[in-house]
């Protein structure tokens, strides 16, 4: 679930706008967009009346969900889909820390952090966190206490799929 935002013109004026997309892939890698709604701008209140919306047209369950940080997101899930997992985009945990890494470092933090979400299980994809937490923790601290903080909504995706199913492959070219 993401939101692509764009600019629109209306009556003279350009105004921006967004395009509310679910995009649905099944254990076996099969995707299908199930909806696509415009909106103003991304609201929590907006993603609501989606979830709401599949639901009734029949959507019932769902392993997890991969989700950027917008504020109540989780909590919006829950609220229609109590049992589901919640998993933090990993492109997103990857742009986030830019802002505060040099910008020569960028390619140098991707690669290590390669190990973290191509790791075969949690555990190993914890013990590799914690190798570039003492890597990169004194000299670029918030970068990575985003990932220490939302730890438990980044490794939902161990409990589904391993390193060989190509769970970041499809999950970076949803976004690319």
């Known amino acids: 679930m993401d939101c692509i935002h764009y600019k629109v013109r209306k009556d003279g004026q350009v105004l921006s706008r967004v395009a509310y997309v679910v995009l649905g892939v099944t254990l076996d890698g099969y995707k299908d967009i199930l909806s696509i709604t415009v909106g103003v701008n991304e609201t929590s209140k907006f993603w609501l009346i989606m979830l709401n919306d599949l639901k009734n047209r029949g959507m019932q369950c769902v392993l997890f969900f991969c989700v950027d940080e917008l504020p109540y997101f989780k909590e ?11 998993q933090r985009c990993v492109i997103h945990m990857l742009w986030n820390p830019f802002k505060y890494i ?30 570039i937490q003492d890597k990169w923790g004194k000299k670029d601290p918030h970068a990575i206490s985003n990932w220490e903080n939302n730890w438990q909504d980044v490794n939902s995706f161990f409990s589904f799929l391993r390193k060989s199913d190509g769970l970041c492959t499809r999950q970076i070219s949803l976004k690319g």
């Open 76 to 86: 919006v899930i829950r609220a229609i889909f109590p049992q589901s997992k919640i």
């Open 102 to 131: 040099n910008y020569n470092d960028w390619r140098k933090f991707l690669t290590d952090f390669e190990s973290v979400y191509n790791a075969l299980n949690e555990n190993a994809a914890r013990a590799e966190q914690e190798d």
